[in-house]
């Protein structure tokens, strides 16, 4: 979602706010700041859906057989595990934008690129979201399935690697204030 589409939505009244001298400026911090939020909420469901469609396949035969084949299980509990901190990395990371007491102040001229960044998360969330269907789409435990999820292990860990490039985009548009 972009800032622009957003602006878009506004209602009439907000839309008349914004010639109010000072609101403009507060508004568009506003905006910037629940399209931050909802690309974040964005990337999360799209991560659970994928995870809850990995799970829905496995029927208790296909479960059996992950059992008992040692990689199998280890490979399905690891990228289960990473599904999980990835989340929560996504749904608790730096917001692109700063309140008005705080420390560190985004500048608010290069939030675009944060908002370019967080583009390509959904857009690798709904990758692992492709990934996670052809994982339940193959024969468990076979090396088809076995390869499906270290592809889709590859991809959250790509998607994590993309969280930690956000913290340092933030870190370089951000400055200490006094």
């Known amino acids: 979602m972009s800032v622009e589409r957003v602006k878009r939505e506004m209602g009439l009244g907000e839309r008349l706010l914004s010639y109010i001298p000072g ?23 799209i991560l659970n859906e994928a ?17 008992v084949d040692e990689d199998a299980r280890l490979l399905i509990e690891n990228a289960r595990s990473e599904f999980d901190r ?11 934008y700063a309140g008005l007491f705080d420390a560190v102040k985004v500048r608010e001229d290069k939030l675009d ?13 709904e990758r692992v979201k492709t990934l996670a269907s052809e994982v339940s789409g193959s024969q468990p435990a076979s090396a088809e399935w076995k ?15 993309l969280v930690d490039a956000r913290s340092a985009i933030l870190r370089g548009l951000a400055e200490v204030v006094g």
């Open 23 to 45: 609101y403009r400026g507060y508004k568009e911090k506003e905006l910037r700041r629940e399209t931050d939020r909802l690309v974040r909420m964005k990337v999360v469901s």
């Open 51 to 67: 995870k809850n469609i990995m799970n829905a396949f496995q029927s208790p035969q296909a479960i059996r057989k992950i059992a």
């Open 86 to 96: 990835v989340v929560q990395r996504i749904d608790r990371a730096v917001a692109g």
């Open 113 to 125: 690129a944060i908002l370019q960044h967080d583009l390509s998360l959904i857009e690798r969330a």
């Open 147 to 161: 390869e499906k999820v270290r592809e889709l292990r590859a991809a959250l860990t790509e998607l994590d690697g």
